[in-house]
C-alpha cells in the first residue's frame, strides 16, 4: 500500500525538517518488507484568502487534487479519534490487508481542515488532545509511521 503525507505549510530547512525526514527515511526502507511504501510527501503553501473559511476551502481543494482515486483519507485534527501505537499500525495493516492501495494522512493549515473533507474522510485522528504546531506534527506522524512497520514487522524498536 502507498502511504502519503500531505501538508499545509513548509518546513523549512532546520531541526524539524531533518528530523521528520529522519523517520520518512526510516519508514521508506523498513516499509516494502511489510507492504507499505512512502508514495509522497505532498506540501503546499499556505493559503493567503482573507477569510479562514475561504483559506480552508483552498487548502482543501489542493488535498483534494492530490488525493488519488478511492484512496483511504486520514485526517489529523486534535478533535479527532485517539489511537495508540499498536491501534494505528493496525489500522494501517488492516488497509493494507483488505487490498486498499493508498491512504493519505492529511495535516491541515493554521485554520484547521476544510469541513468537507470530514465527509470523505475515512478516520480522523488526534496525537493528543494538545494543540501542536504543524512542524512537530509532522515529526509526530512520521515517526508513528516508521513506527507502525516496526510493530507490524515484529521489530523490537517498539517496547511496552
Known amino acids: 500500500m502507498r502511504v502519503s503525507l500531505f501538508a499545509v505549510g513548509r518546513l523549512k530547512t532546520g531541526p524539524e525538517k531533518e528530523l521528520a525526514?529522519?523517520?520518512?527515511?526510516?519508514?521508506?526502507?523498513?516499509?516494502?518488507?511489510?507492504?507499505?511504501?512512502l508514495s509522497r510527501v505532498v506540501e503546499i503553501a499556505e493559503s493567503r484568502a482573507a477569510n479562514p473559511q475561504t483559506r480552508?476551502?483552498?487548502?482543501?481543494?489542493?488535498?483534494?487534487?492530490?488525493?488519488?482515486?478511492?484512496?483511504?483519507?486520514?485526517?489529523?485534527?486534535?478533535?479527532?479519534?485517539?489511537?495508540?501505537?499498536e491501534a494505528f499500525a493496525a489500522m494501517i495493516g488492516g488497509y493494507r490487508d483488505n487490498g486498499k492501495r493508498d491512504l493519505m494522512l492529511a495535516i491541515g493549515g493554521?485554520?484547521?481542515l476544510d469541513p468537507d473533507l470530514?465527509?470523505?474522510?475515512?478516520?480522523?485522528?488526534n496525537l493528543g488532545s494538545m494543540t501542536w504546531p504543524h512542524q512537530v506534527v509532522r515529526i509526530l506522524i512520521a515517526e508513528q509511521l516508521y513506527r507502525a512497520v516496526t510493530i507490524l514487522s515484529g521489530h523490537p524498536y517498539h517496547r511496552v
Do not use: N, W
Request: charged share 30%; net charge negative.
Open 110 to 112: 493554521a485554520d484547521g
Open 118 to 125: 470530514y465527509d470523505r474522510a475515512h478516520m480522523v485522528l
Open 56 to 85: 480552508k476551502k483552498e487548502e482543501g481543494s489542493a488535498l483534494e487534487k492530490s488525493l488519488p482515486d478511492s484512496a483511504i483519507l486520514v485526517l489529523l485534527d486534535e478533535q479527532g479519534k485517539s489511537l495508540s501505537s
Open 21 to 37: 525526514s529522519r523517520y520518512l527515511d526510516r519508514f521508506a526502507k523498513a516499509g516494502p518488507a511489510t507492504g507499505l511504501e
